[in-house]
């Protein structure tokens, strides 16, 4: 998305100054302004930057181009590192601080996970549901329906750098699926011990050898 070098720096001055005009870019890199629109409409286009309106003290109000929330993620953040420095603080006060703080997330995302589920009446469709949360949080889910069972694929784990230090952030899930489709369930690969993605055997109740075909 951003092999463009230009379009890299503008998304570099954004990041600095907050917010830009067209004429500040041009002016910034010594290119013309028609070329700067150009960047700029790909990477709105690209839902990079967005624009606001600001009044002037004469004339009409000027456009601004500044980072969209997507756009700020291309910036390296330490989110995990920070998340993993607080946990290994807590471990060595009191191991079982780190024990609390994931049942506590399960618990709370039982909870929500109960209230997106609560409508739901058909199995099928609760396991596509629990899929539709999961893939709505980053975990990039697959949902492929055998004669017995539903394979649930994980391509990504948001919370990786955490899970590979502690395994009962993957306990944690793996329980969290079972207390709310409340089957047998099995967790088949892992992302955190290297696989290339998560999957789960997610048995189906007896009399329920149907399967919905589609994924997520």
Not at 21 to 41: Q, W
Not at 102 to 128: P, T
Request: glycine share 6%; hydrophobic share 35%; with cysteine.
């Amino acid at each position: 998305m951003l092999s463009n070098t230009t379009r890299q720096e503008i998304l570099t001055m954004l990041k600095k100054a907050g917010s830009l005009s067209v004429g500040d870019i041009a002016k910034e890199l010594g290119i013309t302004e028609m070329a700067v629109r150009r960047h700029l409409n790909a990477l709105e286009r690209d839902q990079l930057v967005e624009t606001s309106m600001v009044r002037q003290s004469m004339g009409r109000p000027a456009t601004f181009y500044r980072l969209s929330a997507i756009g700020e993620h291309v910036f390296p953040k330490n989110y995990g590192d920070l998340a993993l420095e607080f946990l290994k603080d807590l471990g060595e006060e009191n191991e079982e601080l780190i024990h609390a703080l994931f049942r506590r997330r399960k618990e709370r995302l039982i909870k929500e996970m109960d209230r997106q589920l609560q409508r739901v009446d058909r199995f099928e469709e609760k396991v596509f549901r629990l899929a539709e949360v999961q893939d709505q949080k980053g975990y990039m889910v697959k949902v492929v329906p055998k004669e017995d069972e539903y394979i649930l694929l994980e391509h990504n784990c948001p919370i990786s750098a955490i899970a590979k230090q502690y395994k009962e952030a993957c306990r944690c899930e793996l329980e969290l699926f079972q207390e709310v489709l409340k089957t047998e369930i099995k967790r088949i690969d892992c992302y955190a011990e290297g696989e290339n993605y998560c999957s789960f055997s997610i048995k189906k109740p007896a009399g329920n050898k149907e399967g919905i075909k589609r994924d997520v």
